[in-house]
């Protein structure tokens, strides 16, 4: 079950095991912050121990014990990796459910940096289907006079009142068609 030799490769395992106790300690303390116990202290210490019994756990677990090292004694070890068993699941659980929710961020910036990229994209051609039919609004209209309305020279100008006589024709109508 152990993969990794102790005297095979240590500046690896340091560096490895450096980010494990950071990432372990914060998610340790920040949980310990949470929990209303802890509402007035400050669970510093206890996280550094809990950190520090979880990493035993995992270097029991993962690192093999030198053949130069003495092996403790059969039943103290077992004990020992029975007290360690629920912190090294611990850690292991809170390494895994970190890696998954790392992955999981990852995936999802760069699924709405695509949707991002999609709604722009929608979004330019919005705007040219908008100037094409501002355009054609503007072909479609009649053009302006190219010089100013001069009153001194045209008069002044009369509006048609037959607007206004439609209306009433059309008023009076309808008020005939109910009185009858």
């Not at 054609?136 to 206004?164: E, F, I, T, W, Y």
């Amino acid at each position: 079950m152990n993969a990794i030799g102790s005297l095979a490769l240590p500046p690896v395992f340091v560096l490895c095991a450096v980010p494990v106790f950071v990432i372990l300690f914060a998610i340790i303390l920040r949980t310990l912050r949470h929990i209303p116990l802890f509402d007035g202290s400050n669970p510093v210490v206890l996280a550094l121990c809990v950190t520090l019994l979880c990493m035993i756990g995992l270097h029991q677990v993962f690192v093999q014990p030198a053949a130069a090292e003495a092996a403790p004694a059969n039943d103290a070890r077992r004990s020992l990796d029975f007290l360690l068993l629920p912190y090294t699941a611990m850690a292991l659980a809170m390494l895994l459910a970190f890696c998954l929710l790392l992955l999981h961020k990852v995936v999802r910036s760069q699924g709405y940096a695509r949707v991002r990229a999609e709604i722009a994209k929608r979004r330019d051609h919005l705007a040219a289907l908008r100037d094409l039919s501002k355009r054609a609004l503007q072909d479609a209209m009649p053009r302006k006079p190219s010089r100013p309305h001069d009153k001194g020279r045209c008069g002044p100008v009369k509006h048609s009142n037959r607007l206004k006589e439609l209306g009433t024709d059309l008023q009076k109508k309808e008020i005939r068609k109910w009185n009858s």
